[in-house]
């Protein structure tokens, strides 16, 4: 019926559909290349009313919006200026908890009450206190300790939220690997694309730019690449701990099909993560693994991954096979004590520690350079690459918050591994907690070395991905009888097809 009636509106008013569409095509142009300008907003103003109507209607289209934004905001390709880049998903994350909190009976936050929100709280609580720290001498700053408070905690809160109130049963469980693994795939794809047919001029740009001393090493020899992220480091340690969690998902599923898939998945990130030249990415998967091996309480397949994984680390570590390869060496390379990177890194540290002696509680939350003025005391701090997100951590919250961070974090994922050995009896959704614990474990190591911790698309993926394990008991029973549905349509699809091949030999 609408339908019909906007045909005849558009055939009775051809120049005025037609102009319409022109100008909004105009104006998603203008607001891609110059942000929220007045006239943009204006012609989008329609959509934007359309896109609240439909995410209403089906609530879990805002959640995948959010998981393709998450992905895709830092992509170069596709740059969206004038706002801030952590708007468009803390507006969808809003919206969800909102939308949770409207329909109050149906929503699960009985599923909430559990460590991991409860540490966060003890988190976010201490940021919050951190607004009225004045070690710089410049008094309340409330913008700049939103932004570093938003980045550091808020987020992490609002991500572990609304994970565990809309991933509530099996299909979603699924549907959710399969997004994550395609976004994985795609990934790996453009960085195989950029390897092989260039980078796109925004892509150059900043690796002529902002890049160039990071990003272009050995003299030139060596590019590392960096996909649709932010930067190398950040896209080969989400890649390394991606193909973590999807390698442990293949090795413990029973249904072929998903085997496969995430097979696919792991093996395409792991190749991913080596024309990043981050040497972290290497560690991050063996230190997945190795927590797999305590996680599995298998030693069927305990013994097969310790080998495998320690014959990579002695050819590594030990040996010259395939240092004819830029991005081997490069991986090679983290095993060098004396690598002059490591030892830099080590140097700024130092520097560091001297100034937080008189700065327990840190120099505060969002203090960069454009908010230290340059005769101040802790300049050096506020400018200093931090090289590492924990010490980044370190700088903003002092030697108290650094260590509130990390009981936090352990005790985050302790109680996810107690789930995962003691509370979960399916196998297969056993690997999947185990995966996504794994996974926790290689980005927080990526998080030691790189500052990528808080970055997108890792912060909302692999906090959210934990606070799943919290939620995977809750559904157990109903996932055993949807595992056991599908394994029995593959077995009956492969019962008839043996039958009919023994037809045709007849």
Not at 179 to 197: C, E, R
Not at 235 to 250: D, E
Not at 298 to 319: E, G, R
Request: proline residues 3%; positive net charge.
């Amino acid at each position: 019926m609408a339908r019909a009636a906007f045909k005849s509106y558009a055939q009775n008013n051809g120049g005025r559909v037609s102009l319409l569409v022109l100008l909004f095509l105009l104006a998603i142009y203008e607001f891609i290349n110059a942000g929220f300008s007045a006239f943009a907003i204006i012609c989008i103003l329609p959509a934007l009313v359309l896109g609240v109507i439909a995410v209403f209607h089906y609530r879990m289209l805002a959640f995948w919006m959010l998981m393709l934004i998450n992905y895709f905001i830092q992509w170069k390709s596709f740059p969206v200026q004038g706002i801030p880049t952590s708007l468009p998903n803390e507006m969808l994350e809003l919206a969800l908890m909102a939308m949770a909190i409207i329909d109050v009976q149906d929503a699960k936050f009985e599923r909430t009450a559990n460590i991991m929100l409860y540490v966060l709280m003890i988190w976010c609580g201490f940021c919050t206190i951190e607004l009225f720290n004045d070690s710089c001498g410049l008094g309340m700053q409330f913008g700049a300790w939103y932004s570093g408070a938003r980045m550091m905690a808020f987020q992490l809160f609002y991500g572990f939220i609304v994970y565990i109130l809309y991933i509530t049963n099996p299909k979603k469980l699924v549907t959710y690997l399969y997004v994550w693994g395609f976004l994985s795939i795609f990934a790996a794809f453009w960085v195989w694309k950029q390897q092989h047919m260039g980078l796109t001029p925004m892509e150059n740009a900043f690796l002529q730019g902002r890049g160039r001393t990071t990003h272009i090493i050995n003299g030139g020899a060596t590019i590392r690449l960096f996909s649709i992220f932010s930067d190398a480091a950040n896209f080969g340690v989400c890649m390394a701990a991606t193909a973590v969690a999807y390698l442990i998902f293949a090795i413990n599923t029973r249904v072929t099909k998903h085997r496969i898939f995430f097979l696919i998945v792991g093996l395409a990130c792991t190749w991913g993560m080596f024309p990043s030249g981050t040497r972290t990415a290497t560690f991050c998967l063996f230190a997945g693994f190795a927590v797999y091996v305590i996680l599995s309480k298998s030693v069927k397949i305990a013994v097969p991954v310790s080998i495998a994984f320690a014959a990579v680390y002695f050819i590594l570590a030990f040996t010259t096979i395939g240092n004819g390869n830029a991005s081997i060496r490069r991986m090679r390379s983290g095993f060098n004590k004396n690598d002059a990177s490591a030892n830099q890194r080590t140097i700024n540290q130092a520097v560091m520690k001297k100034y937080l002696a008189d700065a327990p509680w840190g120099i505060g939350l969002g203090m960069g350079y454009e908010n230290v003025p340059a005769n101040n005391k802790f300049r050096k701090l506020a400018t200093i690459p931090p090289d590492s997100e924990y010490v980044f951590i370190w700088i903003r919250t002092g030697y108290v918050g650094i260590v509130v961070f990390l009981i936090c974090t352990a005790v985050m994922f302790a109680g996810a591994s107690w789930i995962v050995l003691f509370r979960l009896k399916s196998k297969s959704l056993r690997g999947i907690g185990a995966g996504l614990c794994c996974a926790f474990v290689s980005i927080q190591l990526g998080g030691y070395a790189n500052q990528v911790l808080m970055q997108f698309p890792n912060c909302l993926l692999f906090y959210g991905g934990l606070s799943i394990v919290y939620a995977l008991p809750f559904f157990e029973q109903e996932w055993i009888e949807y595992e056991d549905g599908l394994f029995a349509e593959q077995e009956e699809k492969k019962r008839l097809k043996l039958e009919k091949k023994r037809a045709s030999r007849v």
